[in-house]
């Protein structure tokens, strides 16, 4: 069965910061596109920031950019989401995507972390 189970989460003052874990069990990140996304109340699921199967090449999206860093851990299968300098729309519930199309479509989420910035 496979598993994404999303930590580190919480809440922090603007120009705080956090860093997200994303933990695997049942298939090897490595082999994953894996994806952060993030949800608040009323909004639709953004796209945060990603990396492939082949590289460790890195995507964010724009209103991120400069602030977070996603990182992988082959050894340990998790992919990390390290935030800094964050702002009051940074707030969502973060969550983790892994996904190929290897052997048929496979499209994993996990269930996600509050993260709250207020002052």
């Known amino acids: 069965q496979v598993q994404l189970v999303e930590s580190g989460g919480g809440s922090v003052r603007p120009g705080g910061s956090l860093r997200l874990s994303c933990a695997a069990s049942?298939?090897?990140?490595?082999?994953?596109?894996v994806r952060w996304y993030r949800q608040s109340p009323g909004k639709e699921r953004e796209f945060v920031a990603r990396?492939?199967?082949?590289?460790?090449?890195?995507l964010y999206t724009q209103s991120v950019k400069g602030r977070f860093t996603m990182s992988r851990d082959s050894a340990k299968n998790m992919v990390y989401l390290q935030m800094n300098n964050l702002k009051p729309e940074d707030t969502a519930v973060y969550l983790c995507?892994?996904?190929?199309?290897?052997?048929?479509?496979?499209?994993?989420w996990g269930r996600g972390t509050q993260v709250t910035v207020s002052a």
């Open positions: 049942g298939i090897s990140l490595s082999t994953y596109f």
């Open positions: 995507n892994a996904w190929s199309l290897v052997g048929g479509l496979q499209d994993y």
């Open positions: 990396v492939t199967e082949t590289s460790d090449n890195v």
